[in-house]
């Protein structure tokens, strides 16, 4: 059973930097053939794909955020991480990391329970 | 801007009906199409990806299609715990994007 958890500060200044990490349990991240996904979803409205991670591959990263978004793997603690620099108030959103059903590649079917990262002074 | 478009943005169905859903994507045909169930509080849960394929563990009542169009989710007979927020999402390119949602109200 794939389980994954997010963790991280919940409260951020206006221009620094979210940093987030996600933990996998019940899968590999360095031996499975999947693309690790950040999608967050600001109060009230539908979920935004961030960036879709490979361990030894290039990542896809949304065009929208590219500029500022940086993520490392650290295949020894199974973890992916997600940094966001310079944010704002729109960076407000529950953030989440997931992973694709077998054989697929960019849906998501495995899900944290997802951080609420509020960006305020 | 490019973006996906669903409707309604509100459905209200009487248990036992039928619901369907529709998300206009980037491309048609496309075989990357996923649709979502979201309740309160709760993550995004895979319903159908693929356009037309069940998730581990989804009822057989969901099913995805596409016409020439648009794409559909249609859930048959209405069930009280279906209500939720449903979104889909289009993967044939990058970057990926998710619908706005549709609100699913059971009568």
């Known amino acids: 059973q794939v389980q994954m958890q997010e963790s991280g500060p919940g409260l951020v200044k206006p221009s620094e930097t979210l940093s987030l990490t996600c933990t996998v349990s019940?899968?590999?991240?360095?031996?499975?053939?999947?693309?690790w996904g950040w999608i967050r979803q600001p109060p009230g409205k539908g979920p935004e794909w961030i960036v879709s991670?490979?361990?030894?591959?290039?990542?896809y990263y949304n065009p929208s955020l590219k500029s500022r978004v940086t993520t490392s793997v650290d295949t020894s603690k199974n973890q992916f991480s997600l940094k966001l620099s310079s944010v704002t108030a729109a960076d407000t959103a529950i953030y989440f990391c997931?992973?694709?059903?077998?054989?697929?590649?960019?849906?998501?079917?495995?899900w944290g329970q997802g951080i609420l990262v509020t960006v305020s002074s | 801007e490019v973006v996906v478009t669903q409707s309604p943005a509100t459905l209200s169905v009487s248990p036992g009906e039928r619901a369907t859903l529709s998300c206009r994507a980037r491309?048609?045909?496309?075989?990357?199409l996923a649709w979502y169930q979201q309740k309160r509080g709760q993550a995004p849960r895979l319903l159908i990806y693929g356009v037309s394929t069940r998730a581990t563990g989804v009822p057989a009542r969901f099913s995805g299609s596409q016409s020439v169009t648009e794409f559909t989710l249609t859930i048959s007979s209405l069930q009280s715990e279906d209500s939720a927020v449903y979104y889909c999402q289009d993967y044939s390119n990058w970057p990926l994007l998710f619908g706005q949602g549709t609100k699913l109200e059971i009568k």
């Open positions: 019940g899968d590999s991240i360095s031996s499975t053939s999947y693309y």
């Open positions: 997931a992973r694709p059903p077998f054989g697929e590649e960019h849906s998501f079917e495995y």
């Open positions: 491309q048609i045909p496309s075989k990357y």
């Open positions: 991670i490979y361990y030894n591959r290039n990542n």
